[in-house]
């Protein structure tokens, strides 16, 4: 039986610099900064035959997660009106809800899961979840599921 592959999600600081520089590769020729494999190692400083035992092995999380459904949670503080601003950040990114739950409230927060489909978003997931972090309320927002 062949092996089936696992997969991780790891912090960009944790990993080796020459998958870091992979990733980059793949995305310099993905944008059309780079026109070539030789030229996007030149680039990025890295040999042709890195970039290639490598590069099916590297993909950003960003990437695997378009088109996907991701279940977000979310602590916020109970206040009126708050995830109404949460779901309008959805909203303006083009993200497509498909689920809320909430628990009831206890000691003025609760928590919330939002799933939603990423087929459309407009920004990196990263970009998201900064904003999602950014709205006052919002204690803490993190990728649950995806």
Known sequence: M???????????????????????????LSTGEAATVNEATRMTDISRSAFYKYRDSVLP?????TGRII?????????????SNVLEI???KKANIITINSIVPTNGTAVVTISAETMDLTVQLEELLHDLRLCAGVIKAEVLAG
């Open 61 to 65: 999380f960003q990437n695997m997660m």
């Open 71 to 83: 279940t977000f949670q979310l602590l916020l503080h109970d206040k009126p009106g708050l995830l």
């Open 2 to 28: 062949p092996n089936t592959p696992k997969y991780y999600i790891v912090e960009a600081s944790a990993l080796p610099e020459v998958f870091l520089k992979v990733a980059e590769a793949k995305r310099l």
């Open 90 to 92: 959805f909203a303006l």
